[in-house]
T-cell receptor, first 114, second 110 residues
Framework: ETGVTQSPTHLIKTRGQQVTLRCSSQSGHNTVSWYQQALGQGPQFIFQYYREEENGRGNFPPRFSGLQFPNYSSELNVNALELDDSALYLC?????????????FGPGTRLLVL | EDQVTQSPEALRLQEGESSSLNCSYTVSGLRGLFWYRQDPGKGPEFLFTLYSAGEEKEKERLKATLTKKESFLHITAPKPEDSATYLCAVQAGGSYIPTFGRGTSLIVHP
């Protein structure tokens, strides 16, 4: 167990709806990254937050947004859900942004969009 | 554009049958190459980070090596509990964005 928790574990939504996914980082970690993992694919980087500021963003549209709170927990919000948004959403926390800092992944939230 | 290709896509081994997984990469200035293990329905679990060609790291039955174009994950005398998907990722110079491969699904039969 990494100490990174995510909620909910599973979620079913319909096209056009909005969803909020939550991540609680490992104690002492100030950096959180969010990934989307489609079935049979590797994780794709969505964005990273460092000390409550967005620190980098992958190739995802603006309807994917996030927040990091003072206690370093985090949210991923997705608006106007599309069928292709169905995937496993992973968060990973680390104690910094450098390559040397190990990322610890949570178990993920599996989102199904109908 | 950074690219990571893992092969084979799937690998079936008998217990004790050693083998290697390959991760080929194209990146502008490698900062780090990462190996993760992912069990079904779970998040990836960190295994190794390699930084420069010639570097090697070991952990139990696993050994990761790095050249300028590829990395290998060698599995010596695997056990059924080594069955998982193994993911490779690279991070390029000046970027916080890691690029993952699609993974190799390993099944070890008793």
């Amino acid at each position: 167990e990494t100490g990174v928790t995510q909620s909910p574990t599973h979620l079913i939504k319909t096209r056009g709806q909005q969803v909020t996914l939550r991540c609680s980082s490992q104690s002492g970690h100030n950096t959180v990254s969010w990934y989307q993992q489609a079935l049979g694919q590797g994780p794709q980087f969505i964005f990273q937050y460092y000390r409550e500021e967005e620190n980098g963003r992958g190739n995802f549209p603006p309807r994917f947004s996030g927040l990091q709170f003072p206690n370093y927990s985090s949210e991923l919000n997705v608006n106007a859900l599309e069928l292709d948004d169905s995937a496993l959403y992973l968060c990973a926390s680390s104690s910094g942004t450098s390559t040397e800092e190990t990322q610890y992944f949570g178990p993920g939230t599996r989102l199904l969009v109908l | 554009e950074d690219q990571v290709t893992q092969s084979p896509e799937a690998l079936r081994l008998q217990e004790g049958e050693s083998s290697s997984l390959n991760c080929s990469y194209t990146v502008s200035g490698l900062r780090g190459l990462f190996w993760y293990r992912q069990d079904p329905g779970k998040g990836p679990e960190f295994l190794f980070t390699l930084y420069s060609a010639g570097e090697e790291k070991e952990k139990e039955r696993l050994k990761a090596t790095l050249t300028k174009k590829e990395s290998f994950l060698h599995i010596t005398a695997p056990k059924p509990e080594d069955s998982a998907t193994y993911l490779c990722a690279v991070q390029a110079g000046g970027s916080y964005i890691p690029t993952f491969g699609r993974g190799t699904s390993l099944i070890v039969h008793p």
